[in-house]
């Protein structure tokens, strides 16, 4: 079984710029979640998507965005890109079923924001 | 507020030796709580978690973990540490769902 995609792995863009990132879920996986990881923030929880719909929600200003498609695939885009945006964001596919299930976590996506 | 808590930054320990580490949580009801592992070059994996029933925990990598109630602690041990359980760990909690709360990680360092 395959297991979570996130493209590119790295990237670097400019201030101002907007970025798209990608993720792909482990096959049957319907939901997925988005994190971001810096060294003075730590892991947060940006947001869940789960049959094309936003399901929750974190603490993160507009220009970050999501979407998903009916295949599961997910994107992110954050738009008028920031210094403290360099992160490295994280992919988490999330398996069906009732309550709480184990998140499967990609490489992750390493921005740098010049 | 729902939150987690390590209270180390840092751990180093000598190989063999036994590991604890430290997470308390704050949550009114009884919380969903993980343990996740990250290498680099590895991704984040799940050690154990904890959701309801037997309060000591067995996971992977011969960690386990035991659930008190009356101090609202977590915490992830070890009997013996090998080279390369070296990493960050965190405790991570959520209320149910699949929004997950992070604590701020315990880096370890094992001394050969």
């Known amino acids: 079984k395959a297991g979570v995609t996130q493209t590119p792995r790295y990237l670097i863009k400019t201030r101002g710029q907007q970025v798209t990132l990608s993720c792909s879920p482990i096959s049957g996986h319907r939901s997925v979640s988005w994190y971001q990881q810096t060294p003075g923030q730590g892991l947060q929880f940006l947001f869940e998507y789960f049959s094309e719909t936003q399901r929750n929600k974190g603490n993160f200003p507009g220009r970050f965005s999501g979407r998903q498609f009916s295949n599961s695939r997910s994107e992110m885009n954050v738009s008028t890109l920031e210094l403290g945006d360099s992160a490295l964001y994280l992919c988490a596919s999330n398996p069906p079923g009732q309550g709480y299930n184990e998140q499967f976590f990609g490489p992750g996506t390493r921005l740098t924001v010049l | 507020a729902q939150s987690v808590t390590q209270p180390d930054i840092h751990i180093t320990v000598s190989e063999g030796a036994s590991l604890e580490l430290r997470c308390n949580y704050s949550?009114?009801?009884?919380?969903?709580l993980f343990w996740y592992v990250q290498s680099p070059g590895q991704g984040l994996q799940l050690l154990l978690k904890y959701f309801s029933g037997d309060t000591l925990v067995q996971g992977i990598k011969g960690f386990e973990a035991e659930f008190k109630r009356s101090q609202s602690s977590f915490n992830l041990r070890k009997p013996s540490v090998h080279w390369s359980d070296a990493a960050e760990y965190f405790c991570v909690f959520t209320g149910g769902g699949n929004k997950l709360t992070f604590g701020t990680g315990t880096q370890l360092k094992v001394e050969l």
């Open positions: 949550y009114g009801a009884t919380p969903y």
